[in-house]
């Protein structure tokens, strides 16, 4: 396998473990968490920092635990043919032997598990739905006979697992209630998410089609994806722009615009990359998401002292959510 990375990982070390897991990668589940809780203080005036870690723990969880599924999953399925650029999988490489990672898969099923049952606690029904959903898509992006993953439709399971329903349901957690406002920033970080998946198999596009993945990148070629890519890294600034006039308070979710530059340059680096240098794209899209998430934050947390009470804000923060 060609690899960004070459380097010697001893079998079932600690560096071989994280590798199966990417911790890199939990900063993904981890932003629109933040967002929703600060969206919470807001636009509803409360905020629990108990169930905010519990939310956090728990999207960390299905994140690490979808990293391990997956690498575990193409290695079973032999979807590789040794011609992928990309990121080593650890079980192709032999840093984790397949009966150690089927074990780590499962102790994994079982934390999130847990954690989905103390968040369904919490949040009653919708939770129930949305955690139901996870495990039937998280299943069927690798497994079944026509893995998500070998079809068009991954960065739409992005946007809407890791954006919408990532920041919907953190403020629901929190609030017990839906506000349609929720909407756009879980659009915009759920698009943003969608351009570091849309890059990775943009990187992979010839590989892909040697094993017969026909991702959205590969439906719409690479011209086109160009596009696509700059529409998914772009239209949340106008997002969240347009959320400003809405009350005379959200002026602080202007501050998202500072991430404007890390996005302008984006796109062309994108188009002009050779192969082997996509993934630092791919990096830099994630590096992104997480600057954009931050400044997503620091305004929702801005704006929730510019619109309520400190005294409420407070009031709700130690509560035990049981």
Not at 153 to 181: D, I, K, P
């Amino acid at each position: 396998m060609k690899s960004v990375i070459k380097k010697e990982i001893r079998p079932h070390s600690f560096a071989a473990w994280m590798a199966f897991m990417r911790p890199k990668t939990f900063w993904i589940a981890a932003a629109p968490v933040c967002v929703g809780t600060a969206f919470a203080g807001a636009l509803a005036g409360t905020w629990n920092l108990w169930i905010f870690l519990f939310t956090l723990l728990g999207a960390v969880s299905i994140q690490a635990m979808s990293n391990m599924v997956n690498d575990y999953a193409y290695n079973l399925k032999k979807a590789e043919n040794g011609t992928r650029v990309g990121l080593p999988r650890a079980t192709t490489e032999g840093w984790i032997s397949m009966s150690a990672a089927k074990k780590m898969v499962g102790f994994s099923i079982v934390v999130c598990s847990l954690f989905g049952i103390l968040l369904i606690v919490i949040g009653g029904l919708p939770i129930a739905c949305i955690a139901v959903l996870s495990l039937i898509c998280g299943f069927c992006y690798m497994g079944g006979p026509k893995p998500i993953a070998y079809t068009p439709f991954g960065e739409f399971l992005v946007l809407v697992f890791y954006g919408l329903f990532a920041v919907s349901g953190t403020y629901w957690l929190q609030t017990h209630s839906f506000n349609w406002l929720t909407l756009v920033p879980g659009l915009s970080l759920g698009l943003i998410g969608a351009a570091v998946l849309f890059v990775n198999n943009y990187r992979d596009l010839d590989h892909d089609r040697s094993v017969g993945r026909y991702t959205l990148v590969a439906a719409c070629g690479r011209k086109l994806a160009n596009t696509l890519y700059m529409l998914m890294i772009f239209l949340p600034f106008v997002f969240i722009g347009w959320m400003v006039p809405v009350n005379q308070h959200y002026w602080p979710f202007l501050f998202v615009l500072m991430a404007l530059p890390r996005a302008s340059f984006l796109p062309h680096l994108l188009k002009t990359s050779p192969q082997e240098k996509i993934t630092t794209v791919m990096f830099k899209t994630i590096q992104l998401e997480l600057f954009f998430g931050f400044l997503l934050t620091l305004s929702g947390i801005a704006v929730a002292f510019l619109s309520w009470p400190s005294t409420q804000l407070a009031s709700n923060l130690f509560v035990s959510p049981f």
